[in-house]
């Protein structure tokens, strides 16, 4: 069976301040992709990264990055100098033959 | 996630009607998958089918909801005599294999509101 935990529920913080969401998975395949998605108010899912489970090289892609860590299970996601715009909800994914989501982590940045 | 096309984005029925939510994959894709999104939670798998055949429908509940994915056309699933518990967001994702490491491609999603 395959599991995505998102243990943040909600985070708020101040514009500027860095922000880190964390994603723990649990899985039995040794392939596998992990992924993060934004889903602003408006609903859609936007397709944020990518990572399968042989590439555990850290990503940076602007104010974004990610730290894969297959010793402990966790594919953590950090935005830095965060801004109004990232005020969404953030959803970890595990994709091994379907997906599994985790439940979300819904993040506030205020002016 | 662009190429999987979902239609309609909104869709409004009223409690007893009959819903039907399409999903066009991207080009050369022959799996499909459906999830549903309740307020305020996560997307939960619901079915996986390749063209003609149900693979996993695991995630379906067990009345009221079918699925296909016909030879030709888009995939369908179908809610019967919706109540206003089936208000939510549905998403189908889209894969050119059924193999573990492949990526799969989200639509945009329907909302389904229930009155």
Redesign the interface.
Same mark, same amino acid.
């Given at each position: 069976a395959q599991k995505v935990t998102q243990a943040q529920t909600e985070i708020s913080v101040v514009e500027k301040e860095d922000v880190t969401l964390d994603c723990v998975y649990e899985t039995r395949d040794t392939t596998y992709y992990l992924f993060w998605y934004k889903q602003p108010p408006s609903g859609e899912l936007v397709f944020l990264i990518r990572r399968n489970s042989f590439d555990e090289q850290n990503e940076i892609s602007g104010r974004y990055s990610w730290n894969f860590q297959k010793s402990t299970s966790s594919f953590n996601f950090t935005i830095t100098a965060s801004q109004v715009v990232d005020s969404a909800v953030y959803f970890c994914a595990l994709h091994a033959g379907k997906s599994t989501f985790g439940d979300g982590t819904t993040l506030t940045v205020k002016p | 996630?662009a190429g999987v096309m979902q239609n309609p984005r909104h869709l409004v029925r009223r409690r007893g009607q009959e819903a039907r939510l399409r999903c066009s994959p991207m080009k050369g894709h022959s799996h499909v !998958?459906w !999830?549903r999104q309740l307020p305020e =939670?996560?997307?939960? @798998?619901m079915v !996986?089918l390749q063209k003609e055949n149900i693979i996993?429908e695991s995630g379906m509940p067990k009345e009221r909801f079918s699925a296909e994915f016909p030879k030709e056309g888009p995939s369908i699933l179908r809610i019967q005599q919706v109540v206003r518990g089936d208000s939510a967001?549905y @998403?189908c994702?889209s894969s050119p294999s059924?193999r573990?490491?492949t =990526?799969?491609f @989200?639509g945009?999603?329907t909302?389904l509101t229930v009155v």
């Open positions: - | 996630n !998958y !999830y =939670e996560g997307l939960k @798998f !996986y996993d967001a @998403f994702a059924p573990v490491n =990526e799969a @989200f945009q999603g909302r």
